[in-house]
């Protein structure tokens, strides 16, 4: 069974960046996109964007020019780097794999992890 | 960007009761929509893809029709363990949207 574990920090001042990783476990990395996806109350559920074990990404242009994913499949982890955050990144970070039957949804999750910014 | 509009924002009824939840896109995502259920402290889980297929393990209670802009989800029966938030989502475009979500509450 797939397993997924987000990491970092929960508090982050403001116009820093935070950076989160996303830890695989139960299956490899390789051969599937891996996506962050966040939810706050004030925007719902927003996707971040994705990236294949290839290391090639897609981002939500709303995102795009904070955003970095990255992939290292030694370890079975990608990781989020996202920068000048502001109270409006405040959310809870969700890492999750793309369904393997149809690309572009989800069918496994990580628990998610609260990212606060706050000074 | 494709906005999902889901509707009503909370729907208030009792176990074994009949489920009809709505998602309409700005613009026409033909089949490819699902829908997630997320309950307190939990991660969403997939429920139906493109449209009407269910996940592997979702019961058959739940199911999902429409295409275009106009989408359901019907709980058939409603069980216990089946009051959360719905939220579905469009992969017609980029970027990946989700509705806001409809809250099914025990009345």
């Known amino acids: 069974q797939v397993q997924l574990q987000e990491s970092g920090p929960g508090l982050v001042k403001p116009s820093e960046t935070v950076s989160l990783t996303c830890t695989v476990s139960g299956g490899s990395i390789s051969s599937y996109y891996w996506n962050w996806i966040r939810q706050s109350a004030g925007k719902g559920l927003e996707w971040i964007g994705r990236i294949y074990s290839s290391g090639s990404t897609n981002y939500n242009p709303s995102l795009e020019s904070r955003v970095t994913l990255s992939v290292d499949t030694s370890k079975n982890q990608f990781s989020l780097k996202l920068t000048s955050v502001t109270a409006a990144d405040t959310a809870v970070y969700y890492c999750a794999r793309e369904f393997t039957a149809v690309p572009h949804y989800f069918d496994y999750w990580g628990q998610g992890t609260l990212v606060t910014v706050s000074s | 960007e494709i906005v999902l509009t889901q509707s009503p924002a909370t729907l208030s009824l009792s176990p074994g009761e009949r489920a009809t939840l709505s998602c309409r896109a700005s613009q026409s995502v033909s089949s490819y929509l699902a829908w997630y259920q997320q309950k307190v402290g939990q991660a969403p889980r997939l429920l139906i893809y493109d449209a009407s297929n269910r996940a592997t393990g979702i019961p058959a209670r739940f199911s999902g029709s429409g295409s275009g802009t106009d989408f359901i989800l019907t709980i058939s029966s409603l069980e216990s363990e089946d009051f959360a938030v719905y939220y579905c989502?469009?992969?017609?475009?980029?970027?990946?949207?989700f509705g806001g979500g409809t809250k099914v509450e025990i009345k």
């Open positions: 989502q469009q992969r017609r475009n980029w970027p990946l949207t």
